[in-house]
């Protein structure tokens, strides 16, 4: 292919360099639409990857009170059963 500029400054092709650049760009334009079809079927369906600004923000701070809440529960296990422990040698 030639990239030579003519003295008006525009590239020129043949007839045959311009269908088989036009082929290249048609056989990545169908590679890319495979590839984007095929990573849409493997995203999870989630809230968090919505386009939407409030499903994404409450999807969040849903995830944030869960992992607070399972983060707490063993403590909150320690305590019953520290203060279970004071209550049983305070009664003797």
């Known amino acids: 292919m030639s990239d030579e500029l003519n003295p008006t400054g525009k590239a020129e092709l043949t007839l045959e360099e311009f269908r088989s650049k036009l082929n290249v760009l048609e056989k990545q334009l169908r590679f890319q639409t495979a590839e984007l079809a095929s990573v849409k079927e493997r995203l999870p369906d989630t809230n968090l990857i919505s386009p939407n600004f ?27 059963f520290f203060a279970l422990i004071i209550l049983l040698f305070s009664q003797q």
């Open 54 to 80: 409030l499903k994404r923000a409450f999807t969040v701070w849903g995830h944030y009170v869960a992992a607070g809440f399972i983060i707490a529960i063993p403590f909150i296990c320690l305590t019953m």
